[in-house]
């Protein structure tokens, strides 16, 4: 029914359909059935892709603590608490901002979470790991994109300031190199991550795109760099990564 209503309505050239990975024989005896019914036409593409399950610790499917199926909300307010309480015990900052920015990095946190596993295979919930400020997860992606930016508000508060014909020169350096590298995979990745409707594939990009940068960061004077060629041409480089960061967050949000 929902196959002919989207047909009528909407008339797509592909449906896909994101499901627990044991009803994949299920939605093949359908996606037959709408064929030998002609309720698609013979282009339009009929796609399961199947998902695993969110496991505990135990390694057993994610229940409250009373045993229950846990529920999103329930979820999303325990990292948000657990969020919360990091950013108190960390930062100095007003109670307002406090909360909104354990908001904002909560849900990132539990997204990329989700994302960053193939669909298809089941994974363990952790809460330390989600949240941690360092590894594979969101809060380091968007820590990262908040260190690129300091760089830069700090770059033009010392009146610094691009000329029209600045370039990115050749890298000094291999983390230098190894940045410029990763860049030039983000399209392959893009059009690998939409053509294998894999997610996984960008948040695996950008963590690796964040960790080389952060080697670059932690051997490269930026800001005392006195060649100011190769400074514009630093200042130039880390812009672009923002860019591409901020692009792919963008996308898997």
Same mark, same amino acid.
């Given at each position: 029914?929902?196959?002919? /209503?989207? !047909?009528?309505?909407?008339? *797509?050239?592909?449906? @896909? &359909?994101?499901?627990?990975?044991?009803?994949?024989?299920?939605?093949?005896?359908?996606?037959?059935?709408?064929?030998?019914?002609?309720? $698609?036409?013979?282009?339009?593409?009929?796609? %399961?892709?199947?998902?695993?399950? !969110?496991?505990?610790?135990?390694?057993?499917? %994610?229940?409250?603590?009373?045993?229950?199926? !846990?529920?999103?909300?329930?979820?999303?307010?325990?990292? &948000?608490?657990?969020?919360?309480?990091?950013?108190?015990?960390?930062?100095? +900052?007003?109670?307002?901002?406090?909360?909104?920015?354990?908001?904002? $990095?909560?849900?990132?946190? $539990?997204?990329?979470?989700?994302?960053?596993?193939?669909?298809?295979?089941?994974? @363990?919930?952790? +809460?330390?790991?989600?949240?941690?400020?360092?590894?594979?997860?969101? *809060?380091?992606?968007?820590?990262?994109? $908040?260190?690129?930016?300091?760089?830069?508000? =700090? &770059?033009?508060?010392?009146?610094?300031?691009?000329?029209?014909?600045?370039? @990115?020169?050749?890298?000094?350096?291999?983390?230098?190199?190894?940045? !410029?590298?990763?860049?030039?995979?983000?399209? /392959?990745?893009?059009?690998?991550?939409?053509?294998?409707?894999?997610?996984?594939?960008?948040?695996?990009?950008?963590?690796?795109?964040?960790?080389?940068?952060?080697?670059? &960061?932690?051997?490269? +004077?930026?800001?005392?760099?006195?060649?100011?060629?190769?400074?514009?041409?630093?200042? =130039?480089?880390?812009?672009?990564?923002?860019?591409?960061?901020?692009?792919?967050?963008?996308?898997?949000?």
């Amino acid at each position: 029914a929902t196959i002919q /209503e989207r !047909m009528e309505e909407i008339a *797509p050239d592909e449906i @896909i &359909y994101v499901v627990d990975k044991r009803q994949e024989l299920h939605f093949e005896q359908v996606f037959r059935c709408a064929r030998k019914t002609k309720l $698609v036409t013979p282009e339009t593409e009929l796609k %399961f892709l199947g998902f695993g399950t !969110m496991n505990g610790r135990d390694g057993k499917p %994610f229940k409250t603590r009373d045993g229950g199926v !846990m529920r999103l909300e329930y979820l999303l307010e325990e990292v &948000y608490d657990e969020m919360y309480q990091k950013i108190s015990e960390n930062r100095e +900052m007003p109670e307002a901002e406090a909360k909104n920015t354990a908001e904002i $990095v909560a849900l990132s946190a $539990v997204k990329y979470g989700d994302l960053s596993n193939q669909a298809s295979k089941d994974y @363990i919930f952790d +809460m330390e790991r989600f949240i941690s400020f360092e590894g594979n997860t969101g *809060p380091y992606i968007l820590y990262t994109i $908040v260190r690129i930016k300091s760089i830069l508000s =700090k &770059y033009q508060e010392n009146g610094g300031k691009l000329s029209k014909g600045a370039k @990115i020169l050749g890298a000094k350096s291999e983390v230098e190199k190894n940045l !410029m590298l990763q860049l030039t995979n983000y399209k /392959e990745v893009v059009e690998a991550s939409f053509g294998e409707t894999a997610p996984h594939r960008i948040c695996q990009f950008i963590y690796e795109l964040s960790d080389v940068f952060n080697k670059f &960061y932690n051997s490269t +004077m930026i800001l005392k760099e006195q060649n100011l060629k190769r400074q514009e041409s630093y200042i =130039k480089l880390i812009t672009l990564t923002k860019g591409v960061l901020e692009t792919c967050i963008d996308l898997l949000g």
